[in-house]
Structures are given as C-alpha cells and as structure tokens.
C-alpha cells in the first residue's frame, strides 16, 4: 500500500510512532520523531528515531540514518540555545553488549551541563587512556579497504 510504513507489532518504539503508547513529542516529521527519554540521564534528554522499523545501525537505510542525525543536530543546537545546555553527547547503542535494550534504531540526544549535578547525573563508562599503539594499528589495518 503506497505510503505504508513498515512497524513491528512488538516494539516499543513502533508502537510509540503509532500512538499507542503516549509520548512527548518535540519534533515529528513524515520519516522522523523525537520525544523526551522517560528515564533521562540529563534534563532536556530526548530520542530521535526513524518511523520506518529498523532494528540497529546495521538495519537502518541510508535515507533514515541521514534524516534522524539531521533532526538530532537541529534540536542539540536547540538544546544549547534553550536550556542553556554547554555541549551534548550523541549517543546510539548498537546490540546489548553496547547497552541497546529497545531494538529500533534511536539516537540519544542528551544535553550536558558543566558543574551542575542537579540537571546532569551522566557519568559515562569510558575514561580515555592512551592504548597500545601496536593494537591500534591492528585495528587500524582490519579496518582500512
């Protein structure tokens, strides 16, 4: 049927597309919505996601990705310019090892707050420390076409 979207039945974030499952909505166009995180790491913490179904980064098309990190760069900006955010991190999961627990690609737009605990309890996992130049270039060299 011309201008059906495809949706699984199960996932939460089709069904949040569908209106089945309310949501506070920031911003919907007719491939995109984003709505607040119902469990914000900061204030102003909001998901962007494609309303086609796509499970992971791995699924996602070319098309949708492009349209979902168009609209999360436009509402960080709005994030800085009306919550007095002074950065943000964009963040996607991919797979439950990377801490993906809803299977619908989605990108966390969260912005940050320097020294103000109050809106900003974020603390990420990974403290960078200088790694192994032997492995980094292995890794380099597997990646490399």
């Known amino acids: 049927m011309p201008g059906e979207v495809n949706r699984d039945p199960v996932c939460l974030f089709c069904r949040i597309v569908d209106g089945e ?13 984003a709505f607040m995180d119902i469990s914000p790491a900061t204030d102003g913490h909001l998901l962007v996601i494609p309303k086609k179904h796509a499970k992971d980064l791995g699924e996602i098309g070319a098309d949708d990705l492009a349209a979902v990190t168009s609209v999360a760069q436009k509402l ?12 943000v991190n964009l963040i996607n999961n991919w797979g439950e090892s990377a801490w993906q627990s809803v299977f619908h690609f989605h990108l966390h737009v969260i912005p940050r707050y ?11 996992p990974w403290n960078p420390t200088p790694g192994d130049q032997d492995r980094i270039a292995a890794a380099a060299a597997a990646l490399t076409d």
């Open 76 to 87: 960080a900006r709005v994030q800085l310019d009306k919550l007095g955010a002074t950065g």
């Open 21 to 33: 499952i309310p949501s506070i909505t920031v911003h919907e166009d007719d491939s995109t919505l």
């Open 114 to 124: 320097a020294d103000d605990p109050a809106k900003d309890s974020l603390k990420l």
